[in-house]
């Protein structure tokens, strides 16, 4: 995926006619499985249950369509607010616009939600401060709408040459991987931050994690029983899920690479609208294989691209 979209962001030049959209255009085009907020009064806490909850959203807004409305308590002030979800896009418009000054007796503030957008700067040099204090940090969040922005660390906690931060809008989540980032009077390219399905680590199974395993042991390289991977002295590969001769944790299994698409589908949505990539497989690692094991295997990636295509086309019709 990454040479993919590096091979876009080289073809593409400040010559080529940019069509510049307004965000809602970007939220219709590119729908979220939902769409939530928060409201904060002090007033909430005086309506006691659901019903009165809803009854007042309604009064104050005409809407009553509503996925969730869930009370948190704030451990400090004590004070109340509400978490509302709503599936429609048009309902989040409505919802998120100016409410009666009456509204839950006091009046009420509105907290909005980001979409789940994060991207990774490439090659930033590793004594770069990702801190709140730097100014070229700041410089990023005012000129990109970027947020969270942090340092990568590795397995043993040492910094990365990358940086991760979230975006405000689906559009800074575009413009920033198509035209990259300057940091200083440098320019630096962006890629998205895609997710890796994480199976139990004690069982290998995919629809749990470890804290709620009940079962034995078994290797996640091997499939056998009585030891860690780590500890694993078989040569060869077997799949814990689909029994393919592979680790259960790799993108060559048809079940994981399930997973994979099904948790990114909202970025894979994106990123295939805007062309910088031209399927959902392109985010699954199945090239890394010896000649030897990439002739044998073909036939079965071929097999995994097609049943990937057809699992994200009826993912996306179902959005």
């Known amino acids: 995926m990454t040479t993919n979209i590096i091979k876009y962001q080289t073809n593409t030049t400040k010559s080529m006619t940019n069509i510049e959209h307004d965000e809602e255009f970007n939220e ?26 809803i009854d007042e959203i309604k009064r104050c807004t005409g809407i009553d369509n509503l996925e969730m409305v869930r009370p948190i308590v704030e451990k400090n002030s004590k004070n109340m607010k509400l ?8 309902d989040y418009k409505t919802l998120t ?15 909005k939600s980001y ?12 004594n770069f401060k990702a801190n709140q204090d730097n100014i070229e940090i700041k410089a990023l969040q005012d000129n990109y709408g970027l947020y969270n922005i942090r340092r990568i660390h590795n397995h043993k906690n040492q910094p990365c040459n990358k940086i991760t931060a979230k975006c405000k809008k689906i559009s800074d989540f575009i413009d920033v991987i198509k035209d990259g980032v300057f940091i200083g009077s440098k320019k630096y390219r962006v890629i998205p931050h895609t997710v890796n399905y994480r199976v139990c680590s004690k069982c290998g ?19 056998g029983t009585g030891h860690h ?15 393919g001769p592979h680790k259960c944790f790799s993108d060559k299994c048809k079940e994981f690479a399930q997973k994979k698409i099904f948790i990114n589908r909202f970025v894979l949505k994106i990123l295939i609208g805007e062309k910088f990539i031209s399927s959902a497989s392109d985010i699954l690692q199945v090239g890394n294989d010896s000649k030897e094991d990439q002739t044998s295997e ?22």
């Not at 616009?97 to 509204?103: A, G, I, N, Q, V």
């Not at 709620?212 to 078994?218: G, L, T, W």
Request: hydrophobic share 30%; charged share 30%.
């Open 28 to 53: 219709r085009k590119y729908k979220r499985d939902y769409y939530d907020f928060e409201l904060i009064g002090n007033g909430i806490s005086g309506y006691s249950n659901i019903y009165e909850r």
């Open 83 to 90: 978490k509302i979800k709503v599936k429609e896009y048009s």
């Open 97 to 111: 616009k100016e409410w009666p000054l009456d509204s839950f007796k006091t009046g009420i503030k509105i907290k």
């Open 115 to 126: 979409p789940n957008l994060k991207v990774i700067v490439l090659d930033v040099q590793r």
């Open 205 to 223: 199974s995919l629809k749990h994690q470890q804290k709620d395993c009940f079962k034995a042991q078994y290797c996640l390289k091997c499939s």
């Open 229 to 243: 991977i780590d500890n694993c002295n078989s040569f060869f590969d077997k799949c814990i899920n689909c029994l």
């Open 298 to 319: 073909s036939s079965d990636t071929s097999k995994l691209n097609d049943l990937i295509e057809s699992i994200f086309s009826d993912k996306i019709n179902n959005l």
